[in-house]
């Protein structure tokens, strides 16, 4: 497995959150893969300016968010952009993943 890279940590006070992923750069091809908590939630995805969005309930406590980039498409790095949604708040993180290195984002919910 390839390491992960910390990328951001965010606190949660809904159970559900909605994420939208794109590709925030050149459209040249990138693929992904995102894993919540270790289960793949959308695999060999490959990233689009449309932006594609993923309904995810999230368990008391730490969850994790993981992004695998399964190629670099033409341009390198991969690179993928991210809106969580909670309730009415609203977060963005751009994400930069290669052959070597993922990255991950922490949730953390209080109900």
């Known amino acids: 497995l390839k390491p992960n890279r910390e990328v951001n940590q965010f606190d949660l006070g809904k159970e559900v959150i909605l994420i939208e992923v794109w590709d925030n750069s050149s459209i040249d091809g990138d693929t992904i893969s995102v894993y919540f ?22 368990k008391p406590g730490k ?38 290195q993922n990255e991950t984002i922490h949730l953390n919910y209080t109900p």
């Open 37 to 58: 908590n270790g289960e793949p939630v959308l695999v060999n995805y490959g990233l689009q300016a449309k932006k594609e969005r993923i309904e995810l309930k999230l």
């Open 63 to 100: 969850n994790e968010l993981t992004v695998v980039a399964i190629n670099e498409g033409s341009i390198r790095p991969n690179t993928a952009a991210f809106t969580i949604r909670n309730g009415r708040k609203k977060y963005k993180v751009n994400t930069i993943t290669s052959k070597t």
